[in-house]
Structures are given as structure tokens and as C-alpha cells.
Nanobody
Framework: QLQASGGGLVQAGGSLRLSCTAS????????MGWFRQSTGKEREFVAA????????GYGDSVRGRFTISRDNGKNTVYLQMNNLKSEDTAVYYC?????????????????WGQGTQVTVSS
């Protein structure tokens, strides 16, 4: 089970940190990713980090503004979002991939959190 939190309403240029805590799986062996979906659009890859935390991948629209990190001791993955823009408004989902590798396609992920809403006002 994955439980995401930390969403909310923020002004453009502001920051938010999302958290996702896992239970019932061997967290340290999974790669973890964040995706987002806004109304009328397909789910979009945001960021991922491999099982060891040594490799990261980012979507083009967030690279340089967002940072994914993980704490295997707390079974938690984070998404630090800085310099937020109105186009970042979406429901953000965390996901776990048992391969431990970085994947940008949602089909590779085995478990999904319930989503947390991020709204950026301009």
C-alpha cells in the first residue's frame, strides 16, 4: 500500500513537498516514481529513483525544478517541487516498480498510491 500526502494550494513560484509512505512491500528493493494527471490529459511521468537511490530520472517539464529522494529507513519517497507553475496543477501519484529500475512508462509500475491534489494559482 502506498499513501501519498503533502498536496495543497500554492501560489506560482512557491514550493511543496510531497511524501509517499509504503507498507506491505520490501520498499528498499523497489524503484519509486511520481506521475501526475491533470483534467483531460494522460498520466505524465514526473520523476523516478531506482532502488538504491543512485539513479534518478525526470520529465522534461520538471527537470531542474523538482527533486525526488527516498529514505529507505522510513519507507518513504519524497518529491520536492520548487518554482511551481500553473501547469504543474494536477493530481500527483506515487508508484512502486518491483524491477528496481527507472521506467518512465506507467505500465511498469506495480503499485499505486491514491493521489494527492496539487493546485498552483497564478
Amino acid at each position: 500500500q502506498l499513501q501519498a500526502s503533502g498536496g495543497g494550494l500554492v501560489q506560482a513560484g512557491g514550493s511543496l513537498r510531497l511524501s509517499c509512505t509504503a507498507s506491505g512491500l520490501t520498499f528498499s528493493s523497489y524503484s519509486m516514481g511520481w506521475f501526475r494527471q491533470s483534467t483531460g490529459k494522460e498520466r505524465e511521468f514526473v520523476a523516478a529513483r531506482n532502488w538504491r537511490g543512485t539513479i534518478t530520472g525526470y520529465g522534461d517539464s520538471v527537470r531542474g525544478r523538482f527533486t525526488i529522494s527516498r529514505d529507505n529507513g522510513k519507507n518513504t519517497v519524497y518529491l520536492q517541487m520548487n518554482n511551481l507553475k500553473s501547469e504543474d496543477t494536477a493530481v500527483y501519484y506515487c508508484a512502486a516498480d518491483r524491477s528496481g529500475l527507472i521506467h518512465r512508462q506507467s505500465a511498469y509500475y506495480d503499485y499505486w498510491g491514491q493521489g494527492t491534489q496539487v493546485t498552483v494559482s497564478s
